[in-house]
């Protein structure tokens, strides 16, 4: 091997492993702002659920309904089953999506 193929070979290596690094540093702020919050199906309202609004959906915005039972948005961790939805067959919000009751 010549030592230009050895640098070579050196500096992708360095590029390989910064890259990862700053890829890892980036995603830790995500990962802990997630362990802050929770899914909670059927508290949003109309058009302001964060995701999951059943087939044929667009994800955020597209619930239709208020307190949708297949519709989540994030609160704050710990929270969900404290939070009043009366579509609910609890009358609180749900970890899991669910279908609404009858009114």
Known sequence: MH???TTRHASAAALALAL???LTMSAAPV???DAAKEKCYGVAMKGK????????T???????????GNAW???PAGTCEKTASP???TG???LKEFKEKKA
């Open 87 to 89: 579509t609910s067959p």
């Open 31 to 33: 990962i802990a702002a």
């Open 92 to 94: 609180m919000g749900q």
């Open 73 to 75: 948005t994030y609160v």
């Open 20 to 22: 990862g690094a700053a």
């Open 58 to 68: 667009s994800c955020a915005g597209s619930s239709t309904k208020d307190y949708q």
């Open 49 to 56: 659920n964060d995701c999951k609004a059943g087939a044929g």
């Open 3 to 5: 030592q230009n193929d």
